[in-house]
């Protein structure tokens, strides 16, 4: 059974830092695209940042709002994604979720391409 936990959310002041993980259990990390998205309150499910696997190493994607800012990454040994989400701004708010791919190691912006997801985190930056 996959199962992927999201933890490091909380709330912060414009300009602060967070460290957003996602812990999964059951999964490979090495040949399956992974990602970050975003729900903000009203709105739809928002591609954040991504890593896809293919020609024999990563890729990484990011949203052109958080591009410079914010940095995925992830951590084979300990079955980890991260992301380091610097300079926050109160655009930021969302719940952030990681999700994972079933079948492939191309990186998609449709959330709809994700097959596993994580319970959320929440992100709160007040300015």
């Known amino acids: 059974q996959v199962l992927f936990r999201d933890s490091g959310g909380g709330a912060v002041q414009a300009g602060d830092s967070l460290r957003l993980s996602c812990t999964a259990s059951?999964?490979?990390?090495?040949?399956?695209?992974m990602a970050w998205f975003r729900q903000a309150p009203g709105k739809g499910r928002e591609f954040v940042a991504g890593?896809?696997?293919?020609?024999?190493?990563?890729?990484?994607n990011y949203a052109d709002s958080v591009k410079d800012r914010f940095t995925i990454s992830k951590d084979q040994a300990k079955n980890k994604m991260h992301l380091d989400m610097n300079n926050l701004l109160p655009e930021d708010t969302a719940v952030y979720y990681c999700?994972?791919?079933?079948?492939?190691?191309?990186?998609?912006?449709?959330?709809?391409?994700?097959?596993?997801w994580g319970q959320g985190t929440q992100v709160t930056v007040s300015s």
């Open positions: 059951g999964w490979t990390f090495s040949y399956y695209a």
């Open positions: 890593i896809g696997w293919g020609n024999g190493g990563d890729t990484t």
């Open positions: 999700a994972g791919r079933s079948t492939s190691g191309v990186l998609s912006l449709n959330a709809e391409r994700y097959t596993y």
